[in-house]
């Protein structure tokens, strides 16, 4: 998904450095993949910032002084996604302006890139944002010949988009070894960080505005710091934070505890929310892939969410046509998906990466049955959605209003604590006002397949 940082929100936390006597750089950024990476590009952008002053932010390319292009490279979709941008980045490209590309793409491919993609003035293949942000300063300092910027050593993130909605990252890399996946070949093994860093993070942002903070990671379950699990790190995030909502995504399925669901159902503040990939539901599909359970093994976790939670919101992703999967191993996916009924669900098609294990597997499935599948199974899941979100009508719901839709400024759009920014549904707001970043209560009066439509109740 591609998001543009054109503007930026309030600095987290302020700074106070003194401006150089020279303007500092126009910046035009391209984010692309998860918000993962987003977090990424921001703390480039406070490490870029911190060397030259600024930077400025800018609509075009054409009246930037640095393109900064943050990649994915995950898929084979990515990557080609990641390279088209690059190069319409580069096309028409006036003297004096720097293209510089992190990410990613070089972090997977290496020195390669530099002769694969010229038209780019500089690569970071380091994983450390602040490193790239750093690396690109001092590059552009030396071509543009600009004067000495007073430096500031501590780094903070730039933040982009919606103030009152920001991701927070509690590791970096991940340590298990799905057959199919490059993450941790790319970005390494799992590193946390520690629970001061994050408070200070969190109450940073809530200064500058956040209402939501969305806690991400490779694997949010596994994160550990000196004996603290994840529901021992919410604790103290509640504790010592006073954001409204914390939401969490990307969760492995056997590290959804009893203490976690409990610690959830107890607190509002937590979100009803769970975003759990489960990937399959073969077991012998599930070995192949390396995953850590088998179909009984989720079962009893699907069981043991819906006992403490069972109302909550579950997101799901599953992926299609992994090698050797059969029609009986498909139909044991799709029966499971009709059993527990997602509220959200991503489908996605396997992909054969050359530098993952299951490049070397045999009985490669098809694409056109591959696809055939993920047909049937969206077709099933919007059915699902549907009535679903028929359930909604007439209930009010908590809802963070994210501003004018931008379909139409005539009405307000929001998402209620069971949708997450940008990936799931949201709810259309046609009767009453609210600020951005305002919790407000919405009476539902309307359902669509993965949208909701309500009124603002009077206080």
């Given amino acids: 998904m591609k998001k543009t940082a054109s503007q930026p929100s309030k600095r987290s936390p ?7 006597a020279q303007s500092p750089p126009k910046v035009f950024v391209i984010s692309l993949g998860c918000p993962k990476n987003l977090i990424d590009t921001q703390y480039a952008l406070g490490a870029l910032g911190s060397q030259l002053g600024g930077p400025a932010f800018c609509q075009t390319r054409d009246d930037a002084d640095i393109i900064l292009v ?23 490209k006036k003297p004096g302006q720097v293209l510089a590309v992190m990410g990613c793409l070089p972090m997977r491919y290496g020195r390669q890139m530099e002769d694969l993609l010229p038209e780019v003035d500089m690569f970071c293949f380091s994983q450390d944002p602040v490193e790239a942000g750093r690396l690109f300063a001092k590059f552009f300092k030396h071509k543009s010949g600009m ?13 982009t988009g919606s103030p009152w909605q920001q991701y927070v990252k509690i590791s970096e890399g991940c340590s298990n070894r799905c057959t199919y996946c490059l993450i941790p070949r790319i970005r390494g093994r799992l590193r946390c960080r520690s629970p001061e860093s994050l408070v200070a993070e969190i109450n940073a942002l809530s200064q500058s505005g956040a209402r939501e903070i969305t806690l991400v990671a490779q694997d949010l379950t596994a994160y550990e710091w000196d004996g603290m699990d994840l529901a021992s790190l919410l604790e103290l995030l509640l504790k010592e934070t006073r ?14 505890t009893e203490r976690l669901l409990r610690l959830i159902q107890s607190n509002r ?19 192949a892939m390396g995953r850590r359970y088998n179909c009984l093994e989720l079962e009893k976790a699907m069981e043991r969410i819906r006992k403490y939670l069972p109302g909550v919101s579950v997101r799901t992703t599953v ?18 998906i009709k059993r527990w009924r997602f509220h959200h669900l991503g489908c996605f098609v396997y992909s054969d990466e050359e530098e993952a294990p299951s490049f070397l597997m045999k009985d490669k499935v098809p694409a056109e049955t591959a696809e055939r599948r993920k047909s049937e199974l969206m ?11 028929a359930g909604f009508r007439d209930r009010i719901l908590e809802v963070m209003v994210d501003g004018p839709c931008q379909e139409t400024e005539l009405l307000l759009c929001g998402r209620s604590r069971f949708q997450a920014p940008e990936i799931d549904g949201l709810i259309y707001i046609n009767k009453g006002t609210a600020s951005p970043g305002q919790i407000a209560r919405v009476r539902i009066t309307e359902s669509h397949t993965y949208d909701l439509v309500g009124e603002i109740m009077e206080s």
């Fill in 14 to 20: 302020s700074s106070h450095e003194t401006l150089p």
């Fill in 70 to 92: 943050n990649t994915c490279s995950f898929l084979e979709e990515a990557v080609s996604e990641s390279i088209q941008t690059i190069l319409e980045a580069a096309e028409g």
């Fill in 147 to 159: 004067m000495t910027t007073p430096v500031v050593d501590e780094v903070f993130r730039i933040t």
């Fill in 243 to 256: 954001v409204p909502w914390f939401r969490l995504m990307y969760l492995y399925p056997l590290g959804i």
């Fill in 269 to 287: 503040r937590i979100c009803p929310y769970l975003d759990m990939p489960i990937q399959h539901a073969s077991s012998t599909i599930l070995k």
């Fill in 319 to 336: 992926m299609v046509g992994f090698p050797g999967e059969t029609e009986k191993d498909f139909l044991i996916l799709k029966s499971f």
């Fill in 379 to 389: 077709a099933l899941q919007a059915d699902i959605c549907s009535e679903i979100n």
